[in-house]
Nanobody
Framework: VQLQASGGGLVQAGGSLSLSCVAS????????MGWYRQAPGKERDLVAL???????YYARSVAGRFTISRDYAKNTLSLLMNSLKPEDTAVYYC??????????????WGQGTLVTVSS
């Protein structure tokens, strides 16, 4: 499995960006995926999740502003980010969490895409 993230960039506060993560392989369907972010000097934090049955969860800091979704036809995970704030500045990573037979777990990560929000 390989994940290729894109869509980051520089945007002014209040603006919008859309991130994409294309997954190769056959594990895209039925597994949990998510977006995480890591700001300079901080730990990587969860931003949003979408489960195998497409239920969604958002961190409190982004709820109501960000939307996670996935396109099964294109094997693509997306994150639409609206009303961006300077504190949203971070490297954003996509994740695919695969639970296999016997309870084995594997986490796959994209390479990260930088989002910078100017004030």
């Amino acid at each position: 499995v390989q994940l290729q993230a894109s869509g980051g960039g520089l945007v002014q506060a209040g603006g919008s960006l859309s991130l994409s993560c294309v997954a190769s392989g056959s594990a895209f369907s039925g597994n949990r995926m998510g977006w995480y972010r890591q700001a300079p000097g901080k730990e990587r934090d969860l931003v949003a999740l979408i489960t195998g049955d497409d239920s969604t969860y958002y961190a409190r800091s982004v709820a109501g502003r960000f939307t996670i979704s996935r396109d099964y036809a294109k094997n693509t995970l997306s994150l639409l980010m609206n009303s961006l704030k300077p504190e949203d500045t971070a490297v954003y990573y996509c994740n695919l969490h695969v639970t296999g037979a016997g309870g084995s777990v594997n986490d796959y990560w994209g390479q990260g895409t930088l989002v910078t929000v100017s004030s």
